[in-house]
């Protein structure tokens, strides 16, 4: 494997949750892997369709690549996981971190499910702090992000890193961490070292959510974030940045979609088994976590 070469990164954005997917491709084998992909879901009319996920896909036969990974860096609150769709679209093998264990643990008890398999059986492969893997002939590693969720992973791909909910582009700061298992202390070590990463490293983030209705962005390098990024410039100690965020977060209600989406997210992207009409069904428990805003 190829340790230190550039990969072709493409990123797909999407609207309705503000949400940043990547295809990171190897230029010189075409061998790729599908970061964080999106199964789009209404939660109006409780209608699933598979516009995102299939944008990839053909972006990805246009250009004659070829799936090795479908990767996900953490059961996601805002949005479903496309990645059971997109393996049987490509027979591409999936992966999360090992630590989603955990957050099936939990999310287990909060959906009552005595008889869900909480053991990452779910995923064809769970990856550990400094696991290698390969992209064609360049070097992925893995890094343990825990804070957001307790579960969340950097994906090192040559010069990129994918750090969904850890930063976000400078001017949006820092990702939540009062989804059940986030630490901001947690939050903050894991911020420093992705910080640590070589000054030119490109930071490829989750989400944007556009502040001032500029453009989406998503690419920032860890120089950048180190001198601009809102949060992290302004705080110089780990008590300084907990403080900050846990004063942001308890302005901010919880994603529309969180108690949909892990249901489904901690089951690998699988959406739930028909019942006996045909139909699916999600479960909704009531006053299972806090942060309603009334009003």
């Known amino acids: 494997m190829r340790k230190t070469l550039r990969p072709d990164v493409s990123a797909f954005y999407d609207k309705r949750t503000f949400s940043i997917q990547y295809v990171v491709a190897d230029p010189a084998t075409k061998k790729c892997a599908i970061v964080d992909p999106i199964l789009d879901f209404d939660e109006k009319s409780g209608s699933v369709k598979t516009e995102n ?6 972006f990805i036969a246009a250009r004659g690549l070829s ?28 992966a999360i971190g090992d630590h989603v264990v955990e957050v099936q643990k939990l999310w287990k008890d909060i959906y009552n499910w005595p008889d869900f398999a909480a053991d990452g059986s779910q995923w064809d492969r769970l990856f550990a702090e400094g696991d290698i893997f390969a992209i064609g002939e360049l070097e992925g590693r893995v890094l343990f992000s825990p804070g957001h969720t307790l579960a969340s992973i950097t994906y090192v791909v040559g ?23 986030g630490s901001a202390a947690r939050l903050w070590n894991s911020i420093q070292q992705i910080l640590a990463l070589p000054d030119e ?3 490829f983030t989750g989400h944007d959510y556009q502040p001032g209705g500029r453009e989406p962005l998503w690419e920032a390098s860890v120089a950048e974030q180190k001198t601009t990024n809102s949060h992290m410039a302004n705080c110089r100690t780990q008590a300084e940045f907990v403080a900050v965020r846990e004063a942001r977060d308890a302005t901010l209600p919880m994603p529309k979609l969180i108690l949909h989406a892990l249901q489904v997210n901690i089951r690998g992207g699988r959406l739930p088994e028909p019942e006996d009409n045909g139909r699916r069904y999600l479960k909704i428990p009531i006053d299972a976590l806090e942060g309603a805003v009334w009003g």
Request: hydrophobic content about 40%; overall charge negative; proline content about 7%.
């Open 67 to 94: 799936v090795e990974w479908i990767l996900d860096t953490h059961p996601h609150a805002d949005h479903f996981s496309a990645a059971q769709y997109l393996k049987g679209k490509t027979g591409a093998p999936t």
């Open 159 to 181: 010069d990129a890193a994918f750090i969904h909910d850890t930063m976000f582009m400078p001017d949006s700061g820092t990702a939540r961490c009062d989804f059940p298992g």
């Open 201 to 203: 490293m490109r930071l």
């Open 53 to 58: 996920a299939d944008r990839i896909l053909d």
